[in-house]
């Protein structure tokens, strides 16, 4: 059975344990992408307005141990106005002093807790961390889908100890977008797969390969395709390891009489600190690597997706932190924006975050918040923290 919506749950006077995915970048302290927490704000606020107390937990990047640099505060404090109410910082997850916070907040009242991976226990599924998290609890509300292919204390363990479960408006949101390109899409489908690994996306390819109309391919995982084509790419970014599985892919795709679709042509430079603007060529000269699809691969890119019904999209097609190179991705970003009928999703972490900028994002049917946990729904893996969710 799926999870049930948070809506389903009786919260009048209960204390809700939130996961939330407040894995946000910062720079000296500061805020400068605060997505992933507006993402959340709408299941807060449901269930602040129906009587219960939200303790909201998260992680925040990779600490080895307990450092300020690491902490949640300027999370609480950006929740705190946008909530327009207090969102007091606990010092712990866990704890004596944590837990009398908790027991002392009042219906319509949310606390954050510090952040979750200062306990090595969290990433280990701890039993006892996770009973402790539990503790004085009586609702669990999973939202952060950007770690739900983590079988986590605060995202498995915890669904233990707590009977009430239910999944957040972010995380429904991600699900159903994710379904609608996964069960029974309409068709012509189309999928985009770029980024630097050809092995970030082996199990994406196979399983999309059962699914999609035609396969676009882009960024550095491209030339490792090109070279096992036989196609001389200079100094680009290979995976000579992945070679003999990048030929049985092209061996499948060619079985299954799918068109798997390969740049022609792209923007290269010495290397992408090199300054220049890059140059746009057919074959790429021995001195030079690929950082962008070119021109010509735009437009066959462009005049495939027309017409599509389903697109769903996975990592840039060029090395886009650097405008230069970021042409190629936001053309191709912009055309799928533009199709009418379409359902589009958009792959979260880097994709995202090329696009994030751009105005006609918005008309995107869905943008991921997640990571490796869309990737691997993509390729047809079960995640563990929408498995616990269930009844």
Request: hydrophobic share 45%.
């Amino acid at each position: 059975m799926p999870a049930i919506p948070v809506t389903r749950l009786n919260l009048e006077g209960k204390k809700a344990l939130v996961r939330c995915d407040f894995n946000v970048p910062l720079e000296a302290g500061r805020i400068t992408d605060p997505t992933r927490i507006d993402a959340s704000l709408d299941t807060i606020r449901y269930i602040l307005g129906h009587g219960g107390a939200a303790i909201l937990c998260s992680h925040l990047g990779r600490p080895k141990e307990r450092t300020p640099d690491l902490s949640l505060k300027p999370v609480a404090e950006h929740l705190s106005t946008a909530l327009a109410k207090k969102v007091a910082l606990a010092p712990d997850c866990i704890g004596e002093i944590t837990g009398r916070m908790i027991a002392d907040l009042e219906p319509g009242s949310a606390i954050l807790l510090e952040n979750l991976r200062f306990h090595p226990e969290e990433e280990a599924n701890d039993r006892d961390f996770a009973h402790e998290l539990a503790r004085g609890k009586s609702v669990y509300v999973n939202d952060a889908f950007g770690t739900a292919h983590r079988a986590h204390a605060s995202t498995v363990g915890v669904t233990r100890f707590i009977a009430e479960r239910a999944a957040g408006f972010l995380m429904i949101r991600e699900l159903e977008a994710l379904r609608a390109v996964t069960e029974n899409p309409a068709h012509p489908y189309i999928a985009i797969l770029g980024g630097a690994k050809v092995s970030d996306k082996i199990g994406v390819v196979r399983n999309l390969m059962t699914k999609v109309d035609t396969i676009l391919i882009g960024g550095a995982m491209a030339y490792t395709f090109l070279r096992a084509r036989g196609i001389s790419v200079g100094k680009s970014r290979v995976e000579e390891d992945k070679l003999d599985l990048a030929r049985e892919l092209l061996l499948e795709a060619a079985r299954r009489n799918l068109p798997f679709v390969l740049p022609v042509d792209h923007v290269v430079a010495s290397s992408p600190e090199a300054g220049d603007a890059g140059e746009t060529v057919s074959d790429i000269p021995v001195d030079r690597m690929g950082l962008d699809i070119g021109p010509r691969t735009v437009a066959d890119f462009m005049q495939r997706l027309a017409g599509a019904k389903t697109v769903v999209w996975n990592g840039p097609l060029g090395f886009f932190e650097i405008p230069a190179f970021a042409i190629g991705t936001l053309k191709v970003g912009e055309a799928i924006a533009n199709l009418n009928g379409v359902t589009s999703v958009l792959g979260g972490g880097d994709t995202a975050a090329a696009v994030a900028a751009e105005p006609w994002s918005k008309k995107f049917t869905h943008i991921s918040t997640g990571g490796g946990a869309t990737l691997e729904y993509l390729e047809g893996i079960e995640l563990p923290g929408v498995k616990a969710l269930e009844p």
